[in-house]
Protein backbone atom coordinates (compact mmCIF):
# COMPACT_ATOMS: atom_id res chain seq x y z
CA UNK A 1 0.00 0.00 0.00
CA UNK A 2 1.52 2.98 -1.42
CA UNK A 3 1.56 5.18 1.67
CA UNK A 4 4.49 5.01 4.06
CA UNK A 5 7.47 6.77 3.11
CA UNK A 6 11.02 5.53 3.43
CA UNK A 7 13.59 7.12 5.78
CA UNK A 8 16.94 7.96 4.62
CA UNK A 9 18.81 5.89 7.13
CA UNK A 10 18.03 2.26 9.24
CA UNK A 11 15.88 0.56 6.19
CA UNK A 12 12.82 2.47 7.84
CA UNK A 13 9.37 4.04 7.51
CA UNK A 14 8.20 6.95 8.77
CA UNK A 15 4.51 7.67 9.16
CA UNK A 16 3.39 8.94 5.37
CA UNK A 17 2.43 12.84 5.43
CA UNK A 18 -1.44 13.79 5.47
CA UNK A 19 -1.66 14.51 2.03
CA UNK A 20 -0.34 10.72 1.17
CA UNK A 21 -2.75 9.53 3.27
CA UNK A 22 -5.54 10.93 2.10
CA UNK A 23 -5.08 10.56 -2.07
CA UNK A 24 -3.91 6.95 -0.68
CA UNK A 25 -7.63 6.61 0.57
CA UNK A 26 -9.07 7.75 -2.39
CA UNK A 27 -6.99 5.23 -4.60
CA UNK A 28 -8.00 2.36 -2.65
CA UNK A 29 -12.27 3.79 -2.79
CA UNK A 30 -11.80 4.01 -6.08
CA UNK A 31 -10.10 1.22 -7.60
CA UNK A 32 -12.33 -1.11 -5.23
CA UNK A 33 -15.28 0.55 -5.97
CA UNK A 34 -14.45 0.09 -9.65
CA UNK A 35 -13.89 -3.20 -9.27
CA UNK A 36 -16.83 -4.55 -7.26
CA UNK A 37 -19.05 -2.80 -9.66
CA UNK A 38 -17.42 -4.35 -12.82
CA UNK A 39 -18.36 -7.67 -11.52
CA UNK A 40 -21.81 -6.99 -10.44
CA UNK A 41 -22.18 -5.76 -14.20
CA UNK A 42 -20.24 -9.23 -15.52
CA UNK A 43 -22.80 -10.88 -13.04
CA UNK A 44 -25.63 -9.37 -14.35
CA UNK A 45 -25.29 -8.99 -18.16
CA UNK A 46 -23.31 -13.30 -17.85
CA UNK A 47 -20.93 -11.41 -19.38
CA UNK A 48 -16.83 -10.54 -18.69
CA UNK A 49 -15.50 -12.63 -16.25
CA UNK A 50 -18.75 -14.04 -15.17
CA UNK A 51 -18.39 -16.08 -17.96
CA UNK A 52 -15.70 -18.11 -16.49
CA UNK A 53 -17.85 -18.95 -13.30
CA UNK A 54 -18.74 -22.13 -14.28
CA UNK A 55 -15.27 -23.40 -15.69
CA UNK A 56 -13.55 -22.31 -12.65
CA UNK A 57 -15.75 -23.95 -10.72
CA UNK A 58 -16.18 -27.55 -11.69
CA UNK A 59 -12.02 -27.55 -12.46
CA UNK A 60 -11.63 -26.83 -8.68
CA UNK A 61 -14.38 -29.13 -8.00
CA UNK A 62 -13.29 -32.24 -10.31
CA UNK A 63 -9.39 -31.78 -8.72
CA UNK A 64 -10.18 -31.97 -5.15
CA UNK A 65 -7.81 -33.73 -2.98
CA UNK A 66 -8.44 -34.61 0.74
CA UNK A 67 -5.52 -32.70 2.11
CA UNK A 68 -6.41 -29.30 0.49
CA UNK A 69 -10.29 -29.96 1.35
CA UNK A 70 -9.47 -30.02 5.27
CA UNK A 71 -7.11 -27.57 4.92
CA UNK A 72 -9.23 -24.92 3.31
CA UNK A 73 -12.41 -26.22 5.15
CA UNK A 74 -10.17 -25.08 8.44
CA UNK A 75 -9.48 -21.38 6.60
CA UNK A 76 -13.42 -20.92 5.99
CA UNK A 77 -14.59 -21.90 9.33
CA UNK A 78 -11.92 -19.46 11.16
CA UNK A 79 -12.98 -16.42 8.75
CA UNK A 80 -16.66 -17.43 9.06
CA UNK A 81 -18.66 -14.25 10.03
CA UNK A 82 -19.60 -16.06 13.21
CA UNK A 83 -15.59 -16.76 14.35
CA UNK A 84 -14.21 -13.57 12.79
CA UNK A 85 -16.56 -11.20 14.77
CA UNK A 86 -15.39 -13.41 18.13
CA UNK A 87 -11.56 -13.43 17.22
CA UNK A 88 -12.41 -9.17 16.19
CA UNK A 89 -14.02 -8.53 19.37
CA UNK A 90 -11.76 -10.81 21.76
CA UNK A 91 -8.66 -8.39 19.47
CA UNK A 92 -9.70 -5.63 20.33
CA UNK A 93 -10.98 -5.81 23.90
CA UNK A 94 -7.35 -7.00 24.53
CA UNK A 95 -5.83 -4.37 22.82
CA UNK A 96 -7.58 -1.64 24.39
CA UNK A 97 -6.75 -3.42 27.64
CA UNK A 98 -3.06 -3.67 26.78
CA UNK A 99 -2.67 0.09 24.76
CA UNK A 100 -4.85 1.84 26.73
CA UNK A 101 -6.44 3.31 23.71
CA UNK A 102 -10.08 3.33 22.59
CA UNK A 103 -9.67 4.36 18.61
CA UNK A 104 -7.70 1.74 16.52
CA UNK A 105 -9.35 -1.60 18.09
CA UNK A 106 -12.59 0.87 17.70
CA UNK A 107 -12.36 1.89 14.01
CA UNK A 108 -11.69 -1.91 13.83
CA UNK A 109 -14.80 -3.44 15.07
CA UNK A 110 -16.55 -0.41 13.52
CA UNK A 111 -15.30 -1.69 9.94
CA UNK A 112 -16.75 -5.47 10.57
CA UNK A 113 -19.26 -4.36 11.57
CA UNK A 114 -20.10 -2.01 8.54
CA UNK A 115 -18.47 -5.33 6.60
CA UNK A 116 -21.53 -7.38 7.53
CA UNK A 117 -23.82 -4.98 7.23
CA UNK A 118 -23.26 -4.09 3.45
CA UNK A 119 -22.35 -7.74 2.69
CA UNK A 120 -25.93 -8.65 3.64
CA UNK A 121 -27.56 -5.77 1.70
CA UNK A 122 -25.87 -6.45 -1.13
CA UNK A 123 -26.67 -10.47 -0.99
CA UNK A 124 -30.40 -9.42 -0.32
CA UNK A 125 -30.24 -6.90 -3.64
CA UNK A 126 -28.66 -9.05 -6.01
CA UNK A 127 -30.27 -11.98 -4.79
CA UNK A 128 -27.92 -14.33 -6.58
CA UNK A 129 -27.95 -18.35 -6.36
CA UNK A 130 -25.15 -20.56 -5.05
CA UNK A 131 -23.45 -23.11 -7.21
CA UNK A 132 -24.90 -26.43 -6.84
CA UNK A 133 -25.44 -27.73 -3.34
CA UNK A 134 -24.21 -31.36 -4.54
CA UNK A 135 -21.01 -29.53 -4.56
CA UNK A 136 -21.10 -28.37 -1.00
CA UNK A 137 -18.14 -29.95 0.73
CA UNK A 138 -19.35 -28.54 4.45
CA UNK A 139 -22.87 -29.24 4.87
CA UNK A 140 -26.13 -27.13 3.67
CA UNK A 141 -26.03 -23.23 3.37
CA UNK A 142 -28.76 -21.49 1.99
CA UNK A 143 -27.74 -17.86 2.01
CA UNK A 144 -27.23 -16.13 -1.06
CA UNK A 145 -23.82 -16.28 -3.14
CA UNK A 146 -22.81 -12.16 -4.18
CA UNK A 147 -20.80 -11.40 -2.64
CA UNK A 148 -18.44 -14.26 -0.78
CA UNK A 149 -18.91 -12.46 3.32
CA UNK A 150 -16.06 -14.89 4.14
CA UNK A 151 -13.81 -13.18 1.81
CA UNK A 152 -15.08 -9.78 2.53
CA UNK A 153 -14.69 -10.12 6.00
CA UNK A 154 -11.14 -11.91 6.17
CA UNK A 155 -10.21 -8.78 3.86
CA UNK A 156 -11.18 -6.03 5.61
CA UNK A 157 -9.96 -7.56 9.40
CA UNK A 158 -6.41 -8.40 7.58
CA UNK A 159 -5.30 -5.30 5.68
CA UNK A 160 -7.61 -3.10 8.51
CA UNK A 161 -5.10 -4.45 10.99
CA UNK A 162 -2.20 -4.36 9.38
CA UNK A 163 -2.72 -0.61 8.19
CA UNK A 164 -3.96 0.62 12.26
CA UNK A 165 -0.99 -1.31 13.56
CA UNK A 166 1.77 -0.10 11.24
CA UNK A 167 0.54 2.91 9.59
CA UNK A 168 -2.20 4.58 11.90
CA UNK A 169 -0.16 6.68 14.96
CA UNK A 170 -1.52 6.83 18.21
CA UNK A 171 -2.73 9.49 19.40
CA UNK A 172 -0.13 11.31 22.25
CA UNK A 173 2.66 9.05 21.14
CA UNK A 174 5.90 9.88 18.97
CA UNK A 175 5.65 8.01 16.10
CA UNK A 176 8.59 5.25 16.06
CA UNK A 177 9.86 4.07 12.73
CA UNK A 178 8.87 0.61 11.16
CA UNK A 179 11.24 -1.41 9.20
CA UNK A 180 10.83 -1.80 5.23
CA UNK A 181 10.65 -5.42 5.68
CA UNK A 182 8.19 -5.46 8.35
CA UNK A 183 5.42 -3.27 6.92
CA UNK A 184 6.12 -5.33 3.47
CA UNK A 185 6.02 -8.58 4.95
CA UNK A 186 2.94 -7.42 7.41
CA UNK A 187 0.54 -6.26 4.07
CA UNK A 188 1.49 -9.40 1.56
CA UNK A 189 0.66 -12.05 4.53
CA UNK A 190 -2.69 -9.72 4.95
CA UNK A 191 -2.56 -10.07 1.18
CA UNK A 192 -2.11 -13.75 0.66
CA UNK A 193 -4.56 -14.44 4.18
CA UNK A 194 -7.24 -12.56 2.07
CA UNK A 195 -6.48 -14.72 -1.32
CA UNK A 196 -6.43 -18.15 0.29
CA UNK A 197 -9.68 -17.20 2.01
CA UNK A 198 -11.26 -16.44 -1.00
CA UNK A 199 -9.79 -19.40 -2.84
CA UNK A 200 -11.29 -21.71 -0.22
CA UNK A 201 -14.90 -20.17 -0.78
CA UNK A 202 -14.63 -21.28 -4.54
CA UNK A 203 -12.97 -24.86 -3.77
CA UNK A 204 -15.50 -26.07 -0.99
CA UNK A 205 -18.23 -25.20 -3.47
CA UNK A 206 -20.10 -22.44 -1.95
CA UNK A 207 -18.91 -19.70 -4.42
CA UNK A 208 -18.40 -18.40 -7.76
CA UNK A 209 -15.09 -16.56 -9.03
CA UNK A 210 -17.02 -12.97 -9.72
CA UNK A 211 -18.50 -13.49 -5.70
CA UNK A 212 -14.83 -13.61 -4.27
CA UNK A 213 -13.52 -11.18 -6.82
CA UNK A 214 -16.36 -8.47 -6.19
CA UNK A 215 -15.74 -9.19 -2.50
CA UNK A 216 -11.91 -8.19 -3.02
CA UNK A 217 -13.07 -5.38 -4.39
CA UNK A 218 -15.43 -4.12 -1.71
CA UNK A 219 -12.69 -4.88 0.93
CA UNK A 220 -10.29 -2.57 -0.48
CA UNK A 221 -12.82 0.18 -0.64
CA UNK A 222 -13.34 -0.24 2.98
CA UNK A 223 -9.96 -0.64 3.97
CA UNK A 224 -9.89 2.79 2.14
CA UNK A 225 -12.46 4.19 4.62
CA UNK A 226 -10.31 3.24 7.38
CA UNK A 227 -7.36 5.09 6.07
CA UNK A 228 -9.90 8.31 5.28
CA UNK A 229 -11.49 8.46 8.88
CA UNK A 230 -8.17 7.66 10.81
CA UNK A 231 -6.48 10.32 8.03
CA UNK A 232 -8.89 12.93 9.05
CA UNK A 233 -8.75 12.55 13.12
CA UNK A 234 -5.04 12.66 13.10
CA UNK A 235 -5.22 15.90 11.06
CA UNK A 236 -7.76 17.18 13.21
CA UNK A 237 -5.69 16.83 16.10
CA UNK A 238 -2.68 18.10 14.50
CA UNK A 239 -4.49 20.77 14.34
CA UNK A 240 -6.04 20.95 17.80
CA UNK A 241 -2.30 20.97 18.98
CA UNK A 242 -0.85 23.52 16.80
CA UNK A 243 -3.57 25.73 16.31
CA UNK A 244 -1.16 28.11 14.73
CA UNK A 245 -0.89 25.98 11.64
CA UNK A 246 -4.63 26.88 10.67
CA UNK A 247 -3.99 30.77 11.09
CA UNK A 248 -1.21 30.39 8.85
CA UNK A 249 -3.24 28.48 6.37
CA UNK A 250 -5.66 31.10 6.66
CA UNK A 251 -2.92 34.10 6.23
CA UNK A 252 -1.25 32.06 3.12
CA UNK A 253 -4.79 31.65 1.04
Not at 18 to 42: K, N, S, T, Y
Not at 191 to 196: I, N, Y
Not at 214 to 224: I, M, P, Q, T
Not at 236 to 245: G, I, N, Y
Request: charged residues 15%; hydrophobic residues 55%; glycine residues 10%.
Amino acid sequence: MPILERQRSGGSLRRPSQRAVFFAAAFLLVAGEALFWLMLAAVQTNSGLALLDGGVHGALVEDRSSLATAVLAAVSTVTSPTWLTVIGVLLALGWALRKREIWRPALLLGAMVATFGISTLIKHEVARARPSAADFLMGPDDALSFPSGHTFGAGVFLLALVYLLLCSARPGSAARPVRRATAVLAFSGAVLGTLLVAFSRIYLGYHWLTDVVASLGLAVAVVGIVVLVDGLRTARQALESHPERLGENHRGG
